[in-house]
């Protein structure tokens, strides 16, 4: 015989348990992760400059690029 009480009540408390879990890692990592991304998005915006001023200087020099 089954027991649906049970199953239900313990389907409930896991999701609880789950939502309680990845509340926590969010709160946890979250600002963790904010910075990592905000470096890779520093970094990626230095690359950028770095390129768009080396295009500038060739252009201006009368070279044709690609």
Do not use: E
Not at 25 to 51: D, E, Q
């Amino acid at each position: 015989m089954k027991h649906y009480i049970n199953d239900t009540t313990a389907a409930i408390t896991t999701a609880i348990s789950t939502s309680a879990a990845v509340i926590h890692f969010t709160k946890t990592w979250g600002p963790v992760l904010s910075f990592a991304v905000g470096i890779v998005s520093f970094c990626t915006g230095i690359l950028a400059a770095i390129y768009y001023t080396q295009k500038v200087t060739r252009r201006s020099d009368g070279t044709k690029d690609n």
